[in-house]
């Protein structure tokens, strides 16, 4: 998942610092964050079906915080009953 913060921080006239990723809710898991050119980059996956809710707190260079919440919501297509020979 990527989350384009260049466009608010043109908009201010700063830059990002850092992004960290935490989850509020639900069972995904974050990983391989990164952050390159404004962007925030991370894994997020999920085992279970469900709501998960994340969160990046994100510092700006002129000191301010931006809070961002992201909801995703996951269902399994496939059904754990179907049986394949190969």
């Not at 992004?19 to 391989?32: H, I, L």
């Not at 260079?61 to 809070?67: L, P, R, S, Y």
């Amino acid at each position: 998942m990527a989350l384009d913060l260049n466009p608010e921080a043109v908009r201010l006239g700063t830059s990002v610092l850092s992004a960290v990723w935490t989850v509020d809710g639900g069972r995904a898991t974050v990983s391989g964050e990164t952050l390159a050119d404004n962007v925030a980059s991370a894994l997020v996956t999920t085992n279970d079906d469900g709501l998960s809710i994340l969160k990046v707190k994100i510092s700006l260079g002129d000191g301010q915080i931006i809070n961002q919440h992201i909801k995703i919501v996951s269902h399994d297509t496939y059904p754990s009953t179907t049986d394949y020979v190969a």
